[in-house]
């Protein structure tokens, strides 16, 4: 056909010839223009980001490319299409999911196609979402820039020579034009950026910007309404790893991290002595627990091979840099400077880190939950143990704190609740997912830990960040069952269980009144905290049982 680009995507015959020319005719592409190139290989996605992208390959092999303005996730510019298949699923009234009516998401999407037919490269790569072949869907990225496909090749489950000869029609498409803008007159548009999805169609639009992380959050906010809808399975914005394989074979505990920006998510799950099986997107399914992504999306931020040696190593040839400031003279990548921005990533498939287990499936039931959160009030315990009530609360609370310093006109800690701990990803109502949770939890005897990351002895400033070694310890008694044997005891208002004793972590810690020298302002904190919780979590009061609202802390009258 002419103007088809027979990419050399390393497999025989897996040129878009027949049904794939005209599927792409029929979408709206002039084939006689543009040249697609699909699965396209990671070196000439490299020289194409170079040659036209003004990209550089770093001093460690990987690729540096810039997001242009937008270097964040656009969340006032996230739509829905509201359609008659979904809209009596999706969470309308929590300011998350805005809808968006079908007509101008037909004008979004004609907008973006019309761009892309002015490109003279069109790449085009074709993936999975999701490990588990009974579960997974076909993710097909459509865009203009180089950066895109490599990024997309690096998170979505690259497929096998035969799987991607044999591929079919994809389940879910993507159409990245975010070098264009939308119009901002258009109806229900409110800016020149547009990110949205449409369920009837199973396609995502994203006109405007170009940061990456868009792609990304889109195929997860779709597995968020599939897995739960379609296939009856939890989706859950968490961590997982897994201990290695028993004496006998047998595969290992698993453990799932629930936890927001900042409180060591990422850190305390990629531990050397087990199996990651994903550092960010999963799903728990009626026979284990697997990965969406193929691969990782890591701040970059102050990174030093001395404190995350596993990401650090991660960044080489076929990892894509976005935002990165590096030195001209000899392509170094400054991590340290913020100078584009703070949220500096770095993109790369999940085999680059040493213990990976792949396939990325954990095929049995988690033992234990992991709740992380960084209190800089000093309040809550360095761990506890929460009964399926608890968790649940919890779960839908997702609360960490803001220290002062980290955003302008912070003076004081401040808290954030962010409910299932990734409200801006939530597609259904947080409850339909906490009863999930909480269901999976008591039919398979799931321990829940919540871990305090954050303060202790006093609030930011006055008290210390728990020490990482202390944490690793907790979380290693966790796992190897001590914890679970220890002797607890109450921890009032917030009716938590905590551990009177543990074996490399100083009893006066275990417990912050101890920890506290002014026990009246300790008293103080704990009240203020309390009521911050039951403020939070009114929003959800209709949509609780008496036994979730009754496992929330109760402020004193």
């Known amino acids: 056909m002419p103007g088809v680009h027979r990419a050399n995507t390393g497999v025989t015959g897996n040129e878009f010839i027949g049904k794939e020319v005209e599927y792409f005719s029929q979408a709206g592409f002039d084939m006689d223009k543009i040249h697609i190139k699909r699965n396209a290989p990671v070196a000439s996605l490299y020289e194409d980001a170079i040659i036209n992208e003004g990209a550089v390959i770093s001093s460690n092999g990987a690729l540096i490319n810039f997001s242009g303005k937008k270097t964040g996730r656009s969340p006032k510019d996230k739509r829905i299409v509201y359609e008659e298949t979904s809209k009596d699923h999706i969470w309308w009234s929590g300011g998350v999911n805005i809808a968006m009516d079908e007509h101008t998401f037909e004008i979004n999407r004609e907008r973006a196609i ?27 990225v459509i865009a203009s820039r180089a950066y895109h496909a490599l990024f997309m090749h690096n998170m979505l489950i690259r497929p096998t020579a035969e799987e991607l000869e044999n591929y079919g029609e994809p389940d879910f498409i993507i159409y990245n034009a975010g070098q264009f803008p939308a119009n901002r007159f258009t109806t229900g548009m409110t800016s020149t950026t547009s990110v949205e999805v449409n369920f009837k169609r199973m396609e995502m639009v994203i006109l405007g910007t170009e940061y990456a992380g868009e792609m990304k959050k889109g195929v997860f906010s779709v597995m968020h309404y599939l ?35 900042g409180t060591g998510k990422t850190t305390l799950s990629a531990d050397p002595q087990r199996l990651l099986i994903g550092d960010d997107e999963h799903v728990w399914s009626d026979t284990g627990v697997f ?55 770095c993109a790369y498939p999940i085999e680059y880190i040493p213990n990976a287990k792949i396939p990325c499936i954990a095929e049995r039931q988690p033992s234990n939950i992991i709740m992380l959160c960084c209190d800089a009030f000093g309040v809550l315990p360095p761990v506890s143990k929460l009964t399926p009530e608890q968790a649940n609360y919890h779960f839908l609370a997702g609360y960490t704190s803001k220290t002062p310093g980290t955003e302008d006109g912070i003076t004081e800690p401040s808290p954030v609740f962010s409910t299932c701990y990734g409200a801006p990803f939530l597609t259904l109502h947080p409850t339909h997912y906490s009863k999930m949770l909480e269901e999976r939890m008591t039919k398979h005897q799931v321990d829940c830990w919540l871990i305090n990351t954050g303060w202790t002895g006093g609030k930011f400033g006055t008290g210390k960040r728990c020490p990482l070694k202390y944490t690793r310890a907790i979380i290693d008694a966790i796992h190897n069952g001590t914890l679970a044997k220890a002797e607890f005891q109450n921890f009032p208002v917030f009716n938590l269980s905590i551990p009177k004793h543990l074996e490399g972590v100083p009893d006066e ?40 609202k009754a496992a929330g802390p109760q402020v004193p009258q």
Not at 115 to 128: A, C, K, P, Q, S
Request: one cysteine or more.
């Open 509 to 548: 810690l275990l417990n912050p009144a101890a920890a506290w020298s002014d026990s009246e302002a300790f008293k103080d904190q704990v009240g203020k905290l309390a009521g911050m919780f039951g403020t939070a979590m009114q929003k959800y009061s209709s949509d609780m049982t008496p036994a979730t």
């Open 227 to 261: 897995q739960p809808i379609k296939f009856g399975q939890l989706s859950l914005h968490s961590s997982c790893n897994q201990a290695m394989p028993e004496a006998d074979g047998k595969e290992g505990d698993v453990t799932l991290f629930f936890g927001l920006s």
């Open 291 to 345: 990965n969406i992504e193929g691969g990782c999306y890591a701040k970059t931020i102050n990174l030093s091979a001395e404190k995350e040696p596993e990401i650090f190593n991660a960044i080489r040839y076929g990892s894509i840099l976005e935002n990165v400031v590096y030195n001209p003279a000899d392509r170094v990548p400054d991590y340290d400077d913020v100078a584009i921005t703070e949220n500096t990533r």
């Open 114 to 140: 019309d761009y892309l037919n002015t490109r003279e490269n069109v790449y085009v790569f074709d993936g999975f979402a999701g490990w588990d072949p009974k579960y997974r869907i076909k993710v097909r």
